[in-house]
């Protein structure tokens, strides 16, 4: 799903961080983290959804967070039967930008089984 679609979807809820993010955490990691980290620890969240490397060993180590990925989540929708493969969908990230290396798109792949 793209900006445009997310923008437009009827269960996707836009919001503002409404608390102060930590300067520390700003430091650390980018703008768009810190305010995901931020509000989900504000708000008592049961999931972050969040790739940065680094922002998820925050979210998990220094805010008890628990945090999912983009290909964690292609992998659980794999299990449920909503998608057929996982490295397809992988391969049209990279194509579209998304950074994955071979070394990661191999891990998911096992990890998914395929």
């Known amino acids: 799903m793209g900006a445009a679609e997310l923008r437009t979807a009827s269960w996707a809820i836009r919001t503002t961080v409404d608390v102060p993010i930590d300067r520390l955490l700003a430091e650390e990691v980018g703008p ?6 931020t509000l989900a620890a504000a708000r008592g969240a049961r999931l ?4 940065d490397k680094k922002a998820r060993r925050i979210a998990e180590l220094a805010y008890q967070l628990p945090v999912r990925g983009v290909a964690g989540c292609l992998i659980l929708a794999k299990r449920k039967g909503l998608i057929e493969a996982v490295v397809p969908l992988l391969q049209q990230m990279r194509s579209a930008g998304y950074f994955l290396s071979d070394r990661l798109i191999e891990m998911i792949r096992h990890a998914a089984g395929e």
């Open 48 to 51: 972050l959804l969040i790739d």
């Open 32 to 37: 768009g983290e810190a305010a995901a980290i």
